[in-house]
C-alpha cells in the first residue's frame, strides 16, 4: 500500500503531530519516550492498543519495546521473526499495511492475543524510520475502536511515525553515548585503582633501597662511590616517577578537602625558583625570576599552589636544551594572580597544546622518548587549577619556547565537597 500524503490530515491533527513530535524530540530516555509515542499513537488513531517493536540487528528480529492498551506488558521483549510475521512484512518491504481481519491474513500470530488475554481484530502497521529513512522498527495500531482503519488513518500514522522514528534513534544514540561513557568511566576507575596501588606498592621498597645505597654511600670508597651515586640517581628517578603517580591520587581526592589560606604566593614562588637552581645549573640553563616587590596576597591551597609552580618550572628545565633559559614570574592582574613560566626549549606543537593537559598525553611517541615522566604532571596542574576557579593554557612556538600562564582569582569559589577523607599530600 502506497503511504497517503499528509494532504489528507486535517490541519488540527497535523498540528498535533507536529506539536507531539516537538515533544518526542526532547526527549532522551528511551522508555519514557517509547510510553509516549505509544500513548499519543493511540490518542491520534482512536484505538484499542498499539505495539511499538524495534528492530534487533544482531538477531535480525523485531521485538516488542512498548505496548499499549489490554494486550500489554506480557509482550514485552517477545521476539517476532522477521519472515512470515505482519510487523516483518511491514519492516522488510518498508511500507505501511492495514489488516481489517487478522484471521483471514497470513502471518498473523494468534500466540500474541493468547498470551496477553486480548482479542486483536484488524491492525495497522507502519515502519519507523531513523533520522536518515531507513526502517528501525514498526509501530502498529490495534482495533480501531469505530470502523476499520482507512488511508487518512495510514497518513496520520506514517506521518507521526517518522517524527517517532526520528526520536527513537536520537535516544538510542544517546544511550549508546552513555554507556560508552560509563564504559571509559570504568576503567578510568580501574586505571586510578591500580595506580592507586603500584604506587603504594612501590614506595616501601624504594625507600629500602634508597635508605641502603645512601647507606652503602656514605661508607664506599674508590670506584664504589661513582657506581653507587648511578645508584642513587636512578632510584631518585623512580621516586619522582613515583610521585607522580602519588600526587594523581591526591587530585583524585583533593576536591573534597580543600583547604584555603591567605599567603603571599611570591614566597612560594621564590621557594619552588631555589629548589630548581640546582638542576637548572647542572644544565648550563639561566633561570630568573620576575616578581613585584610587594606581597601577592592569594587565598588557596598552599601544597596545591607550589604543585602546580613545581610541575611547570621542573617542566621548562626538562624541556629546554643545555644554553636555554627559563623565565618565572607573576603579577597581580584585575583581582587575578597572572603566574608564568617561559623556556627557550623544545616547544609544543600547536594542534597538541590544549591535549597535552589530559592524563598521560605526551608530545612524544613513548617507544622514541628522551624524557622521563608518565604524562601527569600537566593533568595535575590542570585539575588542581580548576580546583581554585582559574584558568591555565600554553602557548608554543616548535623549537622556539614554550609560555605555560596560570591565572588564579584572589580568592577562589568555595568547594564543592568536603565530606571525603584526605589523601595524601603532595611531595616532589
Ligand atoms: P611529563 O612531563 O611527565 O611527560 P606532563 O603532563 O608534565 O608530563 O607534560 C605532558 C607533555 O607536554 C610532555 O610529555 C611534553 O611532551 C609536553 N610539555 C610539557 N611542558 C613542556 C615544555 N615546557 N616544553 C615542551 N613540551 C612540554
Not at 215 to 233: F, N, P, S
Not at 286 to 313: F, G, Q, W, Y
Not at 397 to 415: A, I, M, Q
Amino acid at each position: 500500500m502506497n503511504v497517503t500524503s499528509p494532504s489528507n490530515i486535517a490541519p488540527e491533527t497535523l498540528a498535533r503531530i507536529i506539536d507531539v513530535g516537538r515533544r518526542l524530540n526532547s526527549t532522551v530516555d528511551m522508555n519514557s519516550l517509547l510510553r509516549q509515542i505509544i500513548n499519543e499513537a493511540a490518542d491520534l488513531l482512536d484505538c484499542e492498543g498499539v505495539s511499538l517493536l524495534l528492530y534487533d540487528p544482531r538477531r535480525k528480529e523485531l521485538r516488542f519495546k512498548a505496548t499499549v492498551g489490554e494486550a500489554s506488558r506480557q509482550l514485552e521483549n517477545q521476539a517476532v521473526p522477521l519472515k512470515g510475521s505482519i510487523a516483518g512484512r511491514i519492516f522488510l518491504n518498508n511500507e505501511a499495511i492495514i489488516v481489517q481481519d487478522v484471521r483471514r491474513t497470513e502471518g498473523w500470530n494468534p500466540k500474541f492475543d493468547a498470551e496477553s488475554d486480548f482479542h486483536t481484530r484488524g491492525i495497522l502497521g507502519v515502519p519507523l524510520h531513523d533520522g536518515s529513512g531507513q526502517p528501525v522498527g514498526v509501530l502498529e495500531a490495534i482495533n480501531k475502536k469505530k470502523g476499520d482503519f482507512d488511508e487518512t488513518d495510514v497518513a496520520v500514522l506514517s506521518t507521526f511515525s517518522d517524527l517517532a522514528g526520528a526520536a527513537v534513534s536520537k535516544a538510542q544514540l544517546f544511550d549508546e553515548l552513555q554507556q560508552a561513557y560509563f564504559r571509559l568511566n570504568e576503567l578510568d576507575r580501574l586505571k586510578s585503582d591500580f595506580i592507586a596501588l603500584a604506587s603504594h606498592e612501590l614506595r616501601t621498597p624504594l625507600s629500602v633501597i634508597l635508605g641502603y645505597v645512601s647507606y652503602l654511600r656514605e661508607h664506599a670508597k674508590g670506584e664504589q662511590v661513582e657506581q653507587l651515586d648511578l645508584t642513587m640517581k636512578a632510584a631518585m628517578r623512580l621516586r619522582s616517577l613515583i610521585q607522580d603517580m602519588v600526587n594523581l591520587q591526591y587530585v583524585n581526592s583533593a576536591e573534597a578537602t580543600t583547604q584555603f589560606e591567605t599567603f603571599d604566593l611570591a614566597q612560594i614562588i621564590r621557594a619552588v625558583v631555589v629548589d630548581r637552581e640546582e638542576t637548572a645549573l647542572a644544565k648550563q640553563l639561566t633561570l630568573k625570576l620576575h616578581l613585584p616587590s610587594s606581597p601577592l596576597r592569594l587565598t588557596a591551597e598552599p601544597d596545591m599552589v607550589k604543585l602546580i609552580i613545581d610541575n611547570l618550572v621542573n617542566n621548562a628545565i626538562k624541556f629546554t636544551p643545555a644554553g636555554g633559559r627559563v623565565d618565572v614570574g607573576a603579577a597581580l592582574r584585575d583581582e587575578e594572580i597572572w603566574f608564568y613560566v617561559r623556556d627557550t626549549g623544545i616547544g609544543i606543537p600547536v594542534e597538541q597544546l590544549n591535549r597535552i593537559f589530559d592524563r598521560f598525553y605526551q608530545v612524544e611517541p613513548h617507544l622514541k622518548r628522551h624524557y622521563e615522566g608518565l604524562g601527569l604532571g600537566l593533568a595535575i596542574v590542570k585539575e588542581l587549577v580548576d580546583l581554585h576557579g582559574g584558568r591555565v593554557w600554553a602557548q608554543s612556538e616548535l623549537d622556539k619556547g614554550s609560555e605555560f600562564f596560570v591565572v588564579l582569582p584572589l580568592v577562589p569559589p568555595p568547594p564543592r565537597n568536603t565530606e571525603a577523607l584526605r589523601a595524601e599530600p603532595p611531595a616532589k
